[in-house]
């Protein structure tokens, strides 16, 4: 009922946020003698700054397309290389180019599209065979699917990476570093021939009792009961997956909003004032980052609930509780995949040392093969995305994967 409620707003705001989009078109028209003034400009403001609140957001394409990099144009094609019911495996293919290391990124499965994500794989593309895990809406994923939970996510990373074969590279991003290490773990106490060449971990909830902060101590005092009763919702009719149990897209950007509505009120307030002033360079990122931050996907509650019973509330991974199928979990298995854990000294959503505890479950990785570092100056999204990523983080792990494939 929630979740049809919250459809029919939607719906019902839909005339009003397309009047607002004709009005600001007709006020931005070059027929408009005070468009491209002060006072003009003023309420094209208003009005977008209204409209983007309540206008749809859709999943954008990565549209790569061709690009120059370092002099040389690139062009991608995009690919799916396996499609899984809850998953599609893209392959970013480099039209013309010879062998590259095979690189899998594990996105995240909270609340975003891996879309999110694409300049941090584009910095892998010009001299890397780039795959990425990109996670369905599960709102439109029929019941005939049936469940998909923690250890389903973890036997779809083990089945890319055999797909992928030796000597694939992989990377964690942000939640997904946890099923990440899993996965390597399994494969690793399987001997499978498989298993990755490196894992590289950036900025996840590893183990979260080494450096409780805000987020943590909030999440150890959930009731599950009560979380399930109020966060779970069933989609409704009028989409594939009507009667799954999910946890909507709109409630976990809430909550991630809801950490730093300071600073999301802050940005919202320097767009306003950039359209006022006609800066359309700072409006147009603006608008970009946030189209791609408001679209969202819906999560199996299993999934969810799953998760924040076995990585936030009961940390089995670093207790040694973790168990897949029946098997358990265990990091000391992993003794030749090269592991790199990454920081931000500012992240306010993972502490410093979460993910660095990684190191500490792999005690039979021979010490040449560990490797971590804390990027200075920036917070959880910069591990991901910006300037410093570029310059700085993504050139690390590239070296990081050439070292390793020198051994």
């Not at 399930?228 to 409704?236: I, R, T, Y």
């Amino acid at each position: 009922m929630r979740y049809t409620m919250l459809d029919l707003t939607r719906s019902a705001a839909a005339p009003m946020e397309a009047v607002l989009s004709s009005t600001i078109d007709v006020l931005s028209s070059r027929y408009n003698p005070l468009a491209r003034t002060t006072l003009g400009r003023v309420p094209i403001a208003a009005l977008e700054s209204v409209a983007r609140m309540i206008k749809p957001y859709h999943k954008q394409a990565f549209d790569y397309g061709s690009f120059e990099a370092d002099g040389e144009t690139i062009t991608i094609v995009e690919k799916v290389a396996l499609k899984m019911p809850f998953c599609h495996l893209v392959h970013f293919e480099r039209v013309g180019k010879g062998k590259a290391p095979k690189v899998l990124f594990v996105a995240a499965m909270s609340g975003h599209h891996a879309t999110l994500s694409k300049e941090t794989f584009r910095a892998f593309l010009p001299d890397h065979d780039v795959y990425v895990t990109d996670w369905l809406d599960a709102r439109d994923i029929p019941l005939s699917a049936g469940r998909f939970g923690f250890e389903d996510y973890v036997g779809y990373l083990i089945e890319f990476i055999q797909l992928l074969g030796p000597d694939v590279h992989v990377i964690g991003l942000c939640q997904a570093t946890v099923q990440a290490l899993c996965a390597t773990a399994i494969m690793s106490g399987r001997q499978d021939p498989c298993r990755p060449k490196t894992l590289s971990l950036l900025a996840g909830p590893i183990d979260i009792t080494v450096n409780p902060n805000t987020l943590t101590r909030y999440a150890s005092h959930i009731n599950l009961g009560f979380l399930k009763a109020l966060a779970v919702h069933k989609v409704p009719n009028g989409y594939a997956g009507a009667g799954r149990e999910v946890y909507p897209g709109h409630l976990q950007i809430g909550a991630f909003m809801s950490m730093n509505p300071g600073n999301h009120l802050k940005k919202h307030w320097n767009f306003f004032k950039d359209v006022a002033r006609g800066n359309e360079e700072a409006a147009n990122r603006h608008r970009e980052f946030y189209d791609e931050y408001m679209t969202v996907m819906d999560a199996t509650a299993e999934f969810y609930l799953e998760t924040l019973e076995r990585v936030f509330l009961t940390p089995q991974l670093p207790r040694g509780e973790m168990h897949y199928r029946g098997e358990p979990v265990d990091c000391g298995a992993i003794t030749d995949t090269a592991l790199f854990t990454l920081e931000g000294e500012r992240d306010d959503m993972v502490a410093l040392g979460v993910t660095e505890a990684a190191h500490r479950l792999c005690p039979n990785l021979p010490e040449a093969l560990h490797r971590h570092h804390v990027q200075a100056g920036v917070g959880h999204y910069g591990i991901f995305n910006g300037s410093i990523y570029r310059t700085e983080i993504a050139p690390m792990i590239k070296s990081f994967i050439r070292s390793s494939r020198r051994r």
